[in-house]
């Protein structure tokens, strides 16, 4: 059984909406991290956003600001990507990672536990 699994993905128009989920196994991963990463066609993995283990602080990366909301509910094992305004450069495989670091990190390094990734199509 996967310990993260993400959902959500799909081909949306540009100015639509989607929502990414992000559901994990274990308990102990309520006390984890969340981040959001992305990888375009032939591009390398960028941050998205990330949220600390009890929602008190959140980070994006320059291009998700005021479009992209990261959230969770620990109670439902859940973290989500809230993506508003899309555009056909956010095309691209979405992955939901955690970490245990104590500090929120915009880097690979900062989180262990990764799922297989959404895919995202935005069409212009």
Do not use: H
């Not at 100015?15 to 559901?23: D, F, I, V, W």
Request: glycine share 10%; hydrophobic share 40%.
């Amino acid at each position: 059984q996967a310990q993260l699994a993400e959902s959500g993905g799909g081909l949306v128009q540009a100015g639509g909406s989607l929502r990414l989920s992000c559901t994990w196994s274990e308990l102990a991963y309520t006390m984890y991290n969340v981040a959001w990463f992305r990888q375009a066609p032939g591009m390398e993995r960028e941050f998205v956003a990330a949220i600390d283990w009890a929602a008190l602080k959140t980070i994006y990366a320059d291009a998700a600001e005021g479009r992209l909301t990261i959230s969770r509910d620990n109670i439902q094992y859940s973290a989500y990507l809230q993506m508003t305004s899309l555009k056909p450069e956010d095309t691209a495989i979405y992955y939901c990672a955690l970490g245990a670091a104590d500090q929120l990190s915009t880097l690979d390094g900062g989180y262990n536990v990764w799922g297989q990734g959404t895919q995202v199509t935005v069409s212009s």
